[in-house]
């Protein structure tokens, strides 16, 4: 007999050799059909496997993460079948489960098309209601080589050879087709189900080795129902008609070339929506008790090696030589040594902390190009950086102050669905376990202070100390992460930050890194994707266009245009000749003016002004006047509101 003990805590005893599947039917029915898979001890396993010690049962159903894993697992499975069976000589290389779906890498000579896809999933769907199950067998690794070898399974074969000589080599049946698997997978594959769908093709190399065969990789999704995979579908659908890069040019923010790759050229509307934001910042930061500062782009290589950036960030770097100098210069990917030489200027006492320093960093940072996107991901970019200096007892109060304040800033960019992760130390760091210690107490301390809920995320924190990294979910349910604060106790001792104590020692003191947008670039992308591009009027970059119904009040509406600017609203002309239907049509769906003012001779020798908002069919008649004095009051930038 065994005994299982369940997540309640009740324990139960089974005869030795029980699976999962006949310990679910034994408590429902209904139960059984639910199972995917167990987990033994924490450890996930076919729920056909025979259980023959005691154990802390779990059994998995497609509710919980490792049952949609799952599902994404063997359809992948279900799909390289499907390819193989209408596309005779086709090898199946890797293909392993993604965010929200899975792909596969197929080895052919003729290229495969999205046009193939009907026909693959229809093949699919045959296999789902074939409802083979899967059966894990164990094969000698010599003989397992030789039958994929005859098979013409050139790849399977190599990925044996190159496994570790304990790894023992399992393989996977469905009905007659099978593959090189660890598993574990679905009881059968009619529980993959038919809420699938085959997204894209694309180019890929063998084990990402560009010197090695070029393959074609189908990436497909599947979810536990089709009431999920409508919802996922819709979203993609939201996110491109979103997408900052196609709203870029059509609002004419920003673009990008290849002689300048993963840097932006900011165009007048763009710039003006960064510095915005920029001055909205800046102001939240002296709020909060913050001085501004500006520190060089490129500096000494020496420093970058007292900081442990060169020997742990080196091949994210941009390095300068100065030949004439025998020199190494490297442009910052990051603020926090320059911070220091800012602290490190003059003597500082214990009555200076805590010190808080913040500046639009400008940062350079290689990304390879094949993984540049927009402003997400970018080479070159401005950082909202801050770094606050303070005792290791100052720390709780620093972390509730900054939390305030990036809530708040938060609130007012739109966003209040807000997680928060807690990282801790990674594999590889500097600094003493005593000091990683003492940064993980104090900083999950200064967490629960702070009233934040925090989410494990071990093994992910800095170089230099461990993390809270704010993850916001936008408009349409996709998650960023955005914001952070990091203790660090060891850069500033390697750097020799010091200040004196009230003992009159020298003390070194800790440093906390901190964000609330992140990178400028980044967030602005995120902004754009978030509102559609249709900003509140206070960040808008245009916030009133005047537009002209005839000839006659061209010079009513150039008078008004003066006006509104005069007062500090962001206005533009349109009297271009052409009907006053088209101008409001394509300004309101293609550049998304906030506000049209319309004018025509009778709001001319009226003096006022027939406002239409974006989104609203009908219009309102104001005086220039009150025109102005209501779109001023909604367009203030929410911080200096009364």
């Not at 990436?219 to 996110?239: F, R």
């Not at 442009?331 to 003059?346: A, D, S, T, W």
């Not at 005839?550 to 052409?578: F, H, I, M, Q």
Request: include cysteine.
């Amino acid at each position: 007999m065994v005994t299982l003990t369940f997540p309640d805590g009740k324990t139960r005893e089974f005869e030795a050799g029980t699976n999962a599947l006949q310990v679910a039917k034994s408590i429902s029915s209904g139960l059984a059909k639910k199972v995917l898979a167990v987990k033994l001890d924490g450890e996930l396993l076919d729920a056909n496997r025979p259980i023959e010690k005691d154990a802390k049962i779990e059994l998995v159903t497609a509710a919980d993460p490792e049952g949609l894993e799952l599902i994404r697992h063997d359809a992948a499975h279900v799909m390289a079948e499907a390819v193989q069976e209408l596309f005779p000589g086709t090898q199946v290389t890797i293909g392993p489960t993604i965010e929200n779906g899975f792909y596969y890498d197929f080895a052919r000579d003729e290229p495969l098309s999205a046009d193939d896809f009907e026909a693959i999933e229809k093949k699919m769907g045959h296999i789902i209601n074939r409802n083979d199950k899967f059966e894990r067998l164990v094969m000698d690794r010599d003989e397992a080589i030789k039958l994929f070898k005859e098979m013409g399974e050139d790849f399977k074969a190599e990925l044996i050879q190159d496994l570790p000589a304990s790894e023992t080599i399992t393989v996977y049946k469905q009905g007659k087709w099978f593959d090189l698997c660890r598993g574990p997978h679905l009881p059968s594959t009619g529980k993959v189900g038919k809420a699938f769908k085959l997204m894209k093709v694309a180019g890929a190399y063998w084990r990402g080795d560009s010197s090695k065969a070029q393959l074609q990789r189908i990436y497909g999704t599947a979810w536990a129902s089709q009431e999920d995979l409508d919802a996922h579908l819709k979203q993609i659908e939201e996110a491109e008609a979103r997408d900052h890069r196609r709203l870029g040019r059509q609002l004419e923010l920003f673009h990008f070339q290849e002689e300048a790759q993963g840097q932006a050229f900011w165009h007048p509307h763009g710039w003006t929506l960064y510095t915005l934001l920029q001055n909205y910042m800046s102001r939240r930061q002296r709020e909060y008790g913050y001085q501004e500062i500006k520190t060089p782009s490129l500096m000494d290589r020496k420093f970058w090696e007292a900081s442990g950036h060169w020997d742990k960030y080196r091949e994210n770097m941009f390095i300068a030589e100065v030949a004439e100098e025998d020199k190494h210069l490297a442009l910052k990917p990051m603020n926090c040594p320059c911070h220091i030489q800012v602290f490190n200027h003059g003597q500082k006492s214990y009555r200076d902390l805590p010190l808080r320093f913040a500046e639009f960093g400008s940062c350079h940072r290689y990304e390879p190009s094949g993984a540049l996107h927009g402003l997400m991901r970018v080479r070159g970019f401005v950082q909202d950086d801050g770094h606050i200096f303070c005792t290791l007892d100052q720390v709780t109060d620093e972390v509730k102050g900054f939390t305030s304040m990036l809530k708040s800033v938060y609130a007012d960019l739109g966003f209040d669905d807000v997680m928060v992760k807690f990282s801790t130390r990674p594999d590889t760091r500097v600094g003493t376990d005593e000091y990683w210690d003492l940064a993980e107490d104090a900083l999950g301390k200064a967490a629960n202070a702070s009233g934040l809920e925090v989410e494990l995320n071990e093994g992910d924190g800095a170089f230099y100390g461990p993390k809270l990294d704010f993850v916001l979910r936008d408009a349409i349910g996709r998650e960023w992460q955005a914001g952070t604060i990091q203790l660090d106790p060891n850069m500033p001792e390697r750097l020799g930050a010091s200040y004196v104590g009230d003992d009159d020692k020298k003390h070194t003191p800790v440093m906390l890194h901190r964000a609330v947008l992140g990178s400028f670039e980044r967030f602005l992308g995120i902004l754009i994707e978030n509102y559609a591009g249709k900003f509140p009027l206070w960040l808008s970059p245009v916030q009133v266009v005047v537009a002209t119904i005839t000839s006659e009040a061209d010079d009513y509406a150039k008078d008004v245009v003066a006006r509104l600017n005069k007062a500090g609203l962001r206005a533009e002309l349109d009297v271009r000749n052409e009907k006053i239907n088209y101008k409001i049509r394509e300004l309101s769906a293609d550049k998304k003016i906030p506000v049209i003012a319309v004018v025509g001779k009778r709001e001319a020798e009226e003096g006022k002004l027939a406002l239409r908002r974006l989104g609203s069919q009908g219009q309102t008649i104001l005086t220039v006047e009150e025109a102005i004095d209501t779109l001023s009051a909604e367009g203030t930038p929410p911080d200096l509101r009364s």
